[in-house]
Nanobody, 114 residues
């Protein structure tokens, strides 16, 4: 069955960096675009970034452009989210999502606070 497992979340000070990873199994990873979403307390889940199956094209929410980078390694069945210059408003649970199919990871908490 499809499984997505995120890792790399934690507590970081404003201006700091984190790298999230999502390891996939149970499907042909290199055939699917992948995305990252986030959900802050009291807010709806929002799309953060998406990457094509080959990794040759990416798109980002305006709120993270220039600070976050999505990438993937199809040899490791893993998609990454490099987050730089983190702000308190980036605090949320971050979810890995397989485009085409309602598959989600359990999420990883990112807290940006001094």
């Amino acid at each position: 069955q499809v499984q997505l497992v995120e890792s790399g979340g934690g507590l970081v000070q404003p201006g700091g960096s984190l790298r999230l990873s999502c390891t996939a199994s149970g499907f042909s990873f290199s055939s699917y675009p992948m995305s990252w979403y986030r959900q802050a307390p009291g807010k709806e889940r929002e799309l953060v970034a998406v990457i094509t199956n080959t990794g040759d094209s990416t798109n980002y929410a305006d709120s993270v452009k220039g600070r976050f980078t999505i990438s993937r390694d199809n040899t490791k069945n893993t998609v990454y989210l490099q987050m730089n210059n983190l702000k308190p408003e980036d605090t949320a649970v971050y979810y890995c999502h397989r485009v085409f199919g309602n598959y989600w990871g359990p999420g990883t908490q990112v807290t940006v606070s001094s």
